[in-house]
């Protein structure tokens, strides 16, 4: 399984940026995709969260800025960003929740490689 993000960039704030991440492989369900973010010197902490079934979650930082999303025919997760802060500048990692042909009986976690959002005041 292979999670691929993309859409990241430097923007000014009040921009928007959308990031997409796609996932490959042998994949026979997807329960969670969510995406995280780690800021210079912190750790990873989740941004925004959404089920197979499409319910969301958001931190609070970013609710009614940051929309998640999915696309379930595609595997693809995207998390809409706007007004963005500097305070949103940080690594952006997307994540899910899979279960493939061979492990069927349960799901694992796998990670993107990032994608670098920078937002210039």
């Known amino acids: 399984v292979q999670l691929q993000a993309s859409g990241g960039g430097l923007v000014q704030a009040g921009g928007s940026l959308t990031l997409s991440c796609a996932v490959s492989?042998?994949?026979?369900?997807?329960?969670?995709m969510g995406w995280y973010r780690q800021a210079p010197g912190k750790g990873r902490k989740l941004v925004a969260s959404?089920?197979?079934?499409?319910?969301?979650d958001y931190t609070d930082s970013v609710r009614g800025r940051f929309t998640i999303s999915r696309d379930n025919a595609k595997n693809t997760t995207f998390l809409q960003m706007n007004n963005l802060k500097s305070e949103d500048t940080a690594v952006y990692y997307c994540?899910?929740?899979?279960?493939?042909?061979?492990?069927?009986?349960?799901?694992?976690?796998?990670w993107g490689q990032g994608t670098q959002v920078t937002v210039s005041s």
């Open positions: 994540n899910a929740d899979v279960r493939t042909h061979s492990t069927w009986f349960r799901s694992d976690d796998y």
């Open positions: 492989g042998s994949i026979l369900s997807i329960t969670s």
């Open positions: 959404i089920s197979s079934a499409g319910d969301r």
